[in-house]
């Protein structure tokens, strides 16, 4: 094999093991978002509470604590890929 050989089979392999990480750093933020909507707090109801909008917002709040949770640990979903 050539050197240009072996770097173009170093990048690939590094571009699959990328993809491979970014695909199980998206899976576990689809696992902990659905997890958060059942356990995380749930919004206040009554006539101290937000509404629609504040329904709306723990949803997009699920998702971004997923995100940064998922960042931050790994959950080891990608070992069953």
Do not use: C, H, Y
Request: charged share 20%; no cysteine; glycine share 12%.
């Amino acid at each position: 094999m050539t050197a240009m050989e072996i770097q173009n089979n170093n990048m690939a392999a590094i571009s699959t093991a990328g993809k491979k990480a970014s695909a199980t750093t998206g899976i576990e933020k689809l696992f902990l978002a659905e997890m958060l909507k059942v356990a995380g707090p749930k919004p206040i109801s009554g006539a101290f509470g937000g509404g629609i909008g504040e329904e709306q917002f723990f949803s997009w709040a699920n998702e971004i604590t997923a995100e940064s949770i998922a960042k931050r640990i790994d959950l080891g979903l990608g070992q069953a890929l």
